[in-house]
């Protein structure tokens, strides 16, 4: 059964968006409830699937390798049976995000990484799956909007 949300758990999703790391005590101050029944209401989100993880996103004051992004557009040999093509790459950490698509591509799978080097280990394994008849891959050379 899909719950609504009520004005207090849209209020404790929108004080974690900002800040995923803010104590129970804090966050339950902002949005005018007990420490526990915000500790309770994030647990049930989390179950739900409302929220499905936190990310970190590293800040200017940290420098890091700029990651490379490259897409690989994948032609499965059975578009209705390509399940394992798509399990094996759940597993690549690499992998950003994968989507099956109409048209000409069956997959369109989005990488980053650190160094070309690893775009091509993760292109050769997609490659010599079985279900995978084809690829493309595309190097981005700017990223324009990111979100």
């Not at 989390?46 to 032609?75: C, H, N, S």
């Not at 591509?105 to 091509?120: K, N, P, Q, Y």
């Not at 280990?121 to 084809?134: C, F, P, T, Y």
Request: net charge positive.
């Amino acid at each position: 059964m899909k719950r609504t949300l009520d004005r207090s758990d849209e209020r404790i999703l929108t004080e974690l968006t900002r800040n995923g790391r803010i104590p129970h005590a804090e966050l339950a101050e902002k949005v005018h409830l007990s420490r526990n029944a915000v500790r309770q209401r994030i647990e049930r989100l989390e179950r739900d699937g409302l929220i499905q993880g936190y990310t970190i996103v590293v800040g200017e004051g940290k420098p890091r390798a700029a990651a490379i992004t490259a897409m690989i557009f994948v032609y499965r040999h059975d578009r209705m049976r390509g399940g394992d093509v798509i399990q094996t790459l759940k597993g690549i950490p690499e992998v950003i995000s994968c989507d099956i698509m109409s048209g000409e591509f069956d997959l369109v799978v989005r990488v980053e990484a650190s160094a070309a080097d690893r775009i091509r280990e993760i292109w050769q394994e997609v490659s010599a799956l079985q279900g995978v008849r084809d690829t493309l891959t595309a190097f981005a050379l700017s990223s324009m909007i990111k979100r």
